[in-house]
């Protein structure tokens, strides 16, 4: 998993409620990502930032939320807009937009 | 429909045994292919990138292939291991925007003893 961490492994949230998902990454790279893991599908790109203070929609951003005030930092909130937040979540990061990205070891929620 | 395609879906071998995985891309145009081990619960861990002019690289005991023409790649691996049994993802990433990437759904590669 390299230098980037998330939290918590795992996390249960009742129906209705928002949480947020930490990312954090000491490999000084500038750009991170989230992406949504469901059985039998590839990752899906949720958001991306390329630079502080900046961040992107990826293709499926709907019920979801970001920020990036430090370059370390990525946290990701799932509202309750989100209608099947149940999955495994992963974050990763790259030096630079180009090169290869490396993966926390995600996070798994579950909305009872 | 998605853009990148692997098979088979699963496979099951035997420790010391070779074995291939397959990935058909629509993709296009075409940046980078790459390749990721993701052990169960945990991150992907990249294998090994291609861009669209090489035709094989290799990490270890893995060496991925990459014909661009008929846009296939394919996941060597050889002599496996116990610990090789993860899943094996394909990632293409579009030219003009590298943060558009697709992701194959993986192959679950499971080798037993």
Same mark, same amino acid.
């Given at each position: 998993?390299?230098?980037?961490?998330?939290?918590?492994?795992?996390?249960?949230?009742?129906?209705?409620?928002?949480?947020?998902?930490?990312?954090?990454?000491?490999?000084?790279?500038?750009?991170?990502?989230?992406?949504?893991?469901?059985?039998?599908q590839?990752?899906?790109?949720?958001?991306?930032?390329?630079?502080?203070?900046?961040?992107?929609?990826?293709?499926?951003?709907?019920?979801?939320?970001?920020?990036?005030?430090?370059?370390?930092?990525?946290p990701?909130?799932?509202?309750?807009?989100?209608?099947?937040p149940?999955?495994?979540?992963?974050?990763?990061?790259?030096?630079?937009?180009?090169?290869?990205?490396?993966?926390?070891?995600?996070?798994?929620?579950?909305?009872? | @429909?998605?853009?990148?395609?692997?098979? =088979?879906? $699963? #496979?099951i +071998?035997?420790?010391?045994?070779?074995? !291939?995985?397959?990935?058909?891309?629509t993709?296009?145009?075409?940046?980078n292919?790459?390749?990721? @081990?993701?052990?169960?619960?945990?991150g =992907?861990? $990249? #294998?090994? +990138?291609?861009?669209?002019?090489?035709? !094989?690289?290799?990490?270890?005991?893995y060496?991925a292939?990459?014909?661009a023409?008929?846009?296939?790649?394919?996941?060597?691996?050889?002599?496996?291991?116990?610990?090789?049994?993860?899943?094996?993802?394909?990632?293409?990433?579009?030219?003009?925007?590298?943060?558009?990437?697709?992701?194959g759904?993986?192959?679950?590669?499971?080798?037993?003893?």
């Amino acid at each position: 998993d390299g230098g980037i961490t998330q939290s918590p492994k795992y996390l249960f949230r009742k129906e209705g409620q928002n949480v947020t998902l930490s990312c954090e990454q000491n490999l000084n790279h500038d750009a991170m990502y989230w992406y949504r893991q469901d059985p039998g599908q590839g990752l899906r790109l949720i958001y991306y930032s390329q630079i502080v203070n900046d961040f992107q929609k990826g293709d499926i951003a709907e019920g979801y939320s970001v920020s990036r005030e430090k370059k370390e930092s990525f946290p990701l909130t799932v509202t309750s807009a989100q209608k099947n937040p149940t999955a495994f979540y992963l974050c990763a990061s790259s030096l630079m937009v180009t090169d290869t990205q490396y993966f926390g070891p995600g996070t798994r929620l579950t909305v009872l | @429909k998605n853009q990148v395609e692997q098979s =088979p879906q $699963s #496979l099951i +071998i035997l420790e010391g045994k070779n074995c !291939t995985l397959q990935c058909n891309y629509t993709v296009s145009p075409f940046s980078n292919l790459r390749w990721y @081990k993701q052990d169960t619960g945990r991150g =992907p861990v $990249s #294998l090994t +990138i291609m861009t669209f002019s090489e035709n !094989t690289k290799s990490n270890g005991r893995y060496t991925a292939t990459l014909d661009a023409d008929t846009k296939q790649s394919s996941l060597h691996i050889t002599a496996s291991q116990l610990s090789d049994s993860a899943s094996y993802i394909c990632v293409v990433s579009f030219l003009y925007n590298n943060n558009d990437m697709r992701f194959g759904a993986g192959t679950r590669l499971t080798v037993k003893p």
